[in-house]
C-alpha cells in the first residue's frame, strides 16, 4: 500500500508541475487544493463498497492511510524492546548486529522480568571452562546411520529451508556464499536446486517435498531418475524429505502463475507461466514402512548419502507408527528435523500459523525421548528448527536433545530483512522475498554473504561462551537440569522437572508415559491409521 501512495503521489507531483508551467503558480494553488478534493469528496459519496468514506467523505481516508501503515508504526515507534512479534527489537538488533560483525552488548542490565512466568534462564558454573578454540571446527556433528556410505560432518547451526520461487536469486546467492565461506549448511527447501544454489558451492541439503521439485515427472509424481542426477552431484551433503513445516503443517501451496519465471521453472521442473500446487501429502508412499523404504532408496540413488526426513509434530500416534516401522523393518533414517509452529517463513493462512501443530520444545522432547526409547538416539541425528536465534535459544535446543539448529528468518536478517512481513506479496523493500528485479538488485550477495558468514560465526561463538559457562567442553554436554524456567512468581522448576524425559529402552519395554502409552499402543507400522480397539 505504501508504494502505492508513493507512487500516486509521485506522478501527482508531476502533474501539478506541468500545470505550475502552464497556467502560473496563483491558478494552479487554488486548482491543486480545491479540484482533487471536490473529486475526491464526490467520489466516496457516490461509491458503494466503503461505509465510512459515504458517511465521512475525505477525512475516512485517514483510517484506511494508518491501517495500511499499521504494522511499520508499530515496529519502529509503538513498539518496545522485548515486545514486538514475530522478532522483537532486541532480536532483530542481536542478528542485525552480529551479521555486520559489531558489538552486540547491551548496556544497564536486562529488560526482562525475571519474576515473570515463562522467564528462563541457563544454570553456569563456579568454575567454568576455557572458552572452546575455534568452535565453528569444533562443533560439528557426523550424520549418518550405521553403514551410511557418506556420512556428513554437519555444523551445529545452519541455514534451514528457503526455497528460490520464495526468495529471490540474489537471496539465495548471497546465503550460499555464506555458507561456502562458513563450512555450514544450506537447506535448498522444496523448490529444487538452482543455479544461484550452485553458484559459490555452499553445502546444500536437498530438501525433497511433496511436488518433488526438481525430480518430477511431468504429471508430478517423483522420477528416480532426476532425482539421482540432483543428489549426486557433489555440492549436495545431505537429503531432507519434507513431510510438513512449522509455518502451515499438513497445508499445500500454490506458485501463481505469474510468478512462475523462466528459471523457478527450471528449478522446480515444472511448465513456465503455469500455476505450482505443492500438494499436502506425498504420492511415493503412504505407510510407516513406505515411509522407510523411501527413505532407504533415496539413501541408495543418491550414492550413500545421509538422507531424513523434517515434520512439525501433529498427531502422536503416527510419529509413533514410524518409530514402530523402524523397530520392525531395521530400516533407519539418518536424521529426523523437528520443525516447530512457532517456525516458518512461508505465508500461511493465520489459522495454521497460529493453531496448527506442536511448538518446538514439546515436538522436540517427543522425538528424542522415542529415539531414547527405542535405543536408537545417537544413530538417528536430531536437527531443530523454530525462532532459534541466539545461543541460549540453540542451546535449550541441544539440551531437550537436539544434535544440531536451523534458522531462516535468522538468515533472513542477516542478508536485510527488515520484518515488513510482505513476503507472500512479491513487494519485499529490500528484494530478499521477491522475484521482482527492479527489488530484487538492491541485495548484493558479495556483501550480505559476508554477514551470512558473520551470523553464523558469531553465533556459533557465542554458543561455546554459554557452554564454557556451565562448565562444559562443548553443546552436546547439555542437559535438561541446567535450564530453569519460572513457573510462577515464587516458583522455579528445571526443563529436567517440566519435561518427562524417556530412559534408554524404555518404549522398547512398553513403559511410556501415563499421558503417551495410549498413543504408542494406537501406534501401527504398517498404517498411519490408529489400532483398531
Not at 552486540?104 to 568454575?127: M, Q
Request: hydrophobic share 40%; with cysteine.
Amino acid at each position: 500500500m505504501i508504494r502505492k501512495i508513493r507512487t500516486q503521489v509521485f506522478w501527482s507531483i508531476v502533474g501539478f508541475s506541468i500545470l505550475f508551467v502552464w497556467l502560473g503558480w496563483p491558478w494552479l494553488l487554488g486548482l491543486a487544493i480545491t479540484l482533487p478534493l471536490v473529486l475526491l469528496g464526490v467520489w466516496d459519496v457516490v461509491q458503494t463498497r466503503h461505509n465510512l468514506l459515504r458517511n465521512y467523505p475525505i477525512v475516512g481516508h485517514l483510517r484506511y492511510f494508518i491501517e495500511g501503515t499499521g504494522d511499520e508504526l508499530r515496529q519502529y515507534i509503538v513498539e518496545t524492546n522485548t515486545g514486538g512479534r514475530p522478532f522483537n527489537r532486541d532480536q532483530r538488533s542481536l542478528m542485525y548486529q552480529r551479521a555486520k560483525d559489531v558489538s552486540d552488548a547491551k548496556p544497564f542490565g536486562t529488560e526482562l522480568n525475571v519474576y515473570e512466568e515463562g522467564y528462563s534462564w541457563i544454570t553456569h558454573s563456579i568454575v567454568p571452562k576455557p572458552v572452546a578454540k575455534d568452535p565453528v571446527s569444533a562443533f560439528r556433528v557426523n550424520v549418518g546411520a550405521p553403514g551410511t556410505a557418506k556420512p556428513y560432518s554437519c555444523s551445529v547451526y545452519n541455514i534451514s529451508a528457503m526455497s528460490f520461487g520464495s526468495l529471490s536469486g540474489a537471496a539465495i546467492r548471497a546465503l550460499n556464499k555464506g555458507a561456502q565461506m562458513g563450512n555450514f549448511a544450506h537447506n535448498t527447501g522444496e523448490g529444487g536446486i538452482s543455479r544461484y544454489h550452485r553458484e559459490f558451492g555452499g553445502d546444500l541439503v536437498f530438501q525433497v517435498g511433496t511436488g518433488y521439485f526438481g525430480c518430477r515427472t511431468p504429471e508430478g509424481l517423483f522420477d528416480p531418475d532426476r532425482f539421482a542426477d540432483q543428489a549426486r552431484d557433489d555440492a549436495v551433503k545431505m537429503i531432507e524429505l519434507k513431510i510438513s513445516q512449522g509455518a502451515k503443517p499438513g497445508h499445500g501451496g500454490i506458485l501463481p502463475a505469474n510468478k512462475v519465471s523462466a528459471e523457478i521453472a527450471a528449478a522446480r521442473g515444472i511448465p513456465e507461466n503455469k500455476e505450482c500446487l505443492s500438494p499436502p501429502y506425498h504420492t511415493a508412499f503412504d505407510t510407516p514402512i513406505g515411509l522407510l523404504e523411501f527413505l532407504a532408496r533415496l539413501r541408495e540413488l543418491s550414492g550413500g548419502k545421509p538422507v531424513g526426513f523434517k515434520l512439525c509434530m501433529g498427531q502422536l500416534h503416527e510419529f509413533f507408527s514410524i518409530c514402530k516401522a523402524m523397530v520392525e523393518s531395521r530400516l533407519l533414517p539418518d536424521f529426523i528435523t523437528i520443525d516447530g509452529a512457532e517456525g516458518g517463513t512461508g505465508a500461511a493462512p493465520i489459522e495454521f500459523s497460529n493453531h496448527v501443530g506442536l511448538p518446538l520444545r514439546e515436538g522436540l522432547v517427543i522425538v528424542r525421548n522415542s529415539l531414547v526409547g527405542l535405543g536408537l538416539y545417537g544413530d538417528v541425528k536430531i536437527g531443530a528448527a523454530g525462532k532459534l536465534v541466539s545461543a541460549f535459544d540453540i542451546a535449550v535446543a541441544i539440551a531437550l536433545g537436539a544434535h544440531w539448529c536451523n534458522a531462516a528468518r535468522g538468515f533472513m536478517f542477516a542478508i536485510g530483512c527488515i520484518q515488513a512481513q510482505t513476503c507472500h506479496t512479491n513487494e519485499c523493500p529490500v528484494g530478499v522475498a521477491t522475484q521482482n528485479p527492479r527489488l530484487a538488485r538492491a541485495l548484493v550477495a558479495s556483501d550480505k554473504g559476508e554477514r551470512v558468514f558473520n551470523l553464523h560465526r558469531n553465533t556459533v561463538d557465542a554458543l561455546a561462551e554459554v557452554t564454557a559457562a556451565t562448565g562444559l567442553d562443548n553443546p552436546w554436554q547439555l542437559h535438561p537440569g541446567l535450564i530453569y524456567e519460572r513457573t510462577a512468581q515464587t516458583e522455579i522448576r528445571s526443563y529436567a522437572e517440566l519435561y518427562d524425559l524417556f530412559e534408554p529402552g524404555q518404549l522398547l519395554e512398553n513403559r511410556a508415559t501415563e499421558r503417551l502409552q495410549p498413543y504408542w499402543d494406537a501406534a501401527r507400522a504398517d498404517s498411519f491409521r490408529l489400532r483398531a480397539g
